[in-house]
């Protein structure tokens, strides 16, 4: 690990205006992802800023009928909270899907939403990879690319987004709110939040400079039977291959939203227009341009099994 000074905001404008002003700066919260990457000098800070002690770990209704979510609630105490255990159960079953207990006792709703990639390439600093230095190719293109996307990718990244939270959150239409480094503050839709890899596979979302989550505001409950699949290749403490994350209405009417296939928590318009239809439909409607290769094309089978099991469980 490098050497990093470190300082603990007073404010979240503070925390924003120094990490803006400070070349190499980051923010630090449960640090779950983070110190890894920095022990692995995948991630070389030069400042870190500690926003753990800035009141931002509270759970509180909104005006509009939802969740108001802080940056810093613990994963461990979201998937706990009873109006998210109530009303968001998917996003409950998607934290309780993913880590160990300890990491989701330290791991934060902004940390979640900003881990990186878990592509063996990414983190084998002798083989290139886009995401970590750009301009130097992508390993996984011609290498082992068995857990990696299938969808969302381009020639210059196949890397699969990790988060199992991230992608109940994508189904739930939440808001990402920040605050920059002039103050200003903003709610982006998280279907914008994370940015596919295109060109420039190392720009993963959509923050500027400085820029610090507040919080995650989520809009009116629902209603229906929240399902979330996830299938690894062990039982805990795996990253999934194909996750699912549903909500199905009495009517027939369902929505959707996939993990471990893409390059972002993935979801289409097409595939929820397809719920009455069965699986084999949401499924097709899904995988739309996929573009696999010889390694996870398993995943489009996969994918397609994983919503029949959840459309048999249902009766639909």
């Excluded at 630090?28 to 692995?40: R, V, Y």
């Excluded at 068995?146 to 020639?155: K, M, P, V």
């Excluded at 709610?187 to 979302?205: R, V």
């Amino acid at each position: 690990m490098r050497p990093f000074t470190y300082s603990r905001a007073a404010s979240v404008e503070e925390a924003a205006k120094t990490a803006a002003a400070t070349q190499g700066a980051r923010f630090i919260a449960g640090g779950t992802n983070l110190l890894d990457l920095m022990k692995l000098q995948i991630e070389t800070p030069t400042h870190l800023i500690d926003v753990n002690h800035l009141g931002l770990d509270r759970i509180e209704p909104t005006a509009e009928g939802g969740l108001k979510i802080g940056a810093m609630v613990r994963n461990t105490d979201l998937a706990a909270d009873r109006t998210v255990r109530r009303d968001y159960a998917v996003l409950s079953r998607a934290l309780l899907a993913g880590a160990s207990g300890q990491l989701r006792n330290k791991a934060t709703t902004g940390g979640n939403l900003l881990q990186r990639t878990r592509c063996p390439y990414f983190y084998d600093t002798r083989m290139p990879c886009n995401k970590r230095q750009p301009g130097s190719g992508c390993g996984a293109l011609k290498g082992m690319s068995r857990s990696l996307a299938i969808l969302g990718t381009s020639d210059a990244c196949i890397a699969q987004h990790p988060s199992d939270m991230a992608v109940a959150l994508r189904l739930l239409d939440a808001q990402v709110d920040t605050v920059g480094a002039d103050g200003g503050r903003r709610s982006i839709p998280i279907a914008d939040f994370h940015l596919l890899p295109g060109e420039t596979p190392h720009i993963e979302n959509a923050l500027k400079p400085g820029e610090l989550i507040t919080s995650v505001t989520l809009p009116k409950p629902l209603g229906g039977t929240h399902v979330y699949r996830k299938v690894r290749d062990r039982a805990s403490y795996a990253f999934a291959l194909v996750s699912v994350a549903a909500v199905f209405q009495k009517d027939g009417r369902a929505r959707f939203a996939f993990g471990g296939i893409g390059a972002k928590p993935w979801r289409t318009d097409a595939a929820d227009a397809a719920a009455p239809s069965g699986a084999a439909a949401v499924a097709e409607a899904a995988l739309s341009g996929a573009r696999p290769t010889a390694h996870n094309a398993f995943k489009q089978q996969l994918t397609a099994r994983t919503l029949a099991s959840l459309y048999r469980q249902k009766g639909a």
